[in-house]
């Protein structure tokens, strides 16, 4: 069971940056930051992999938000910049393995909530 422990949520003004962290009690194949707003569907936002960081982002959050990890802490980041609006979610963090070449995310993190006022 890989534990997930997500922080670095709050309130902020459009514009502006915030940084989400998320430790994993180990390392699977991949982590992915994901996002769900009221009356919205989650959505994967960024997603990297330990070995080699891979990453890629959906086309909401490209050239803003930047997904990084410390191999050595076991903790993968979410540098948000230009935060707007519609960035105003629960974000959560998930630890997955690829199966089949697809990635499968089977370890979920509590939530942060991220405001962003206009």
């Known amino acids: 069971q890989v534990q997930l422990v997500e922080s670095g949520g709050g309130l902020v003004q459009a514009g502006g940056s915030l940084r989400l962290s998320c430790a994993a009690s180990?390392?699977?194949?991949?982590m992915g930051w994901f996002r769900q707003a009221p009356g919205k569907e989650r959505e994967l936002v960024a997603h990297i992999t330990w070995s080699g960081g891979s990453r890629d982002y959906a086309d909401s959050v490209k050239g803003r938000f930047t997904i990084s990890r410390d191999n050595a802490k076991n903790t993968v980041y979410l540098q948000m910049n230009s935060l707007k609006p519609e960035d105003t979610a629960v974000y959560y963090c998930?630890?997955?393995?690829?199966?089949?070449?697809?990635?499968?995310?089977?370890?979920w993190g509590q939530g942060t909530q991220v405001t962003v006022s206009s």
């Open positions: 180990e390392r699977t194949y991949v």
């Open positions: 998930a630890a997955g393995a690829l199966v089949a070449g697809v990635r499968k995310y089977s370890y």
